[in-house]
């Protein structure tokens, strides 16, 4: 199973970005997929996820209303959709999987199997 990051960058303050996270090695349409972000000396911070359906949406309180996360199965990846960034959202971005999330589990790191890489995103104010 692969899991791979894509579209980090910089960018200024009230800018968007779009993250790309690309499936491989498994059903992609049966994993729940979630994003989380990470700084230096910090835990992993839930940032969004979307069940393997793409009707149910879930995001942290930080990101709500700036951020939205969707996916394309017929693809194998999901997108994070980032408006409105700020200095603070800047981070690595991990993508994660797993197939049997359920919805109490879904902002938890641990409840994820497989993890991508992380992309860089940094927000200039």
């Known amino acids: 199973v692969q899991l791979q990051a894509s579209g980090g960058g910089l960018v200024q303050a009230g800018g968007s970005l779009r993250l790309s996270c690309a499936a491989s090695?498994?059903?992609?349409?049966?994993?729940?997929v979630a994003w989380f972000r990470q700084v230096p000396g910090k835990d992993r911070e839930f940032v969004a996820a979307?069940?393997?359906?793409?009707?149910?949406?879930y995001y942290g309180d930080s990101v709500k209303g700036r951020f939205a996360i969707s996916r394309d199965n017929a693809k194998n990846t999901v997108y994070l959709q980032m408006n409105s960034l700020k200095p603070e959202d800047t981070a690595v971005y991990h993508c994660?999987?797993?197939?049997?999330?359920?919805?109490?589990?879904?902002?938890?790191?641990?409840?994820?199997?497989?993890w991508g890489q992380g992309t860089l995103v940094t927000v200039s104010s």
């Open positions: 979307i069940k393997r359906s793409g009707g149910s949406t």
């Open positions: 090695g498994l059903t992609f349409s049966a994993y729940s």
């Open positions: 994660a999987a797993d197939r049997d999330l359920i919805t109490s589990s879904i902002g938890r790191a641990e409840s994820y199997d497989y």
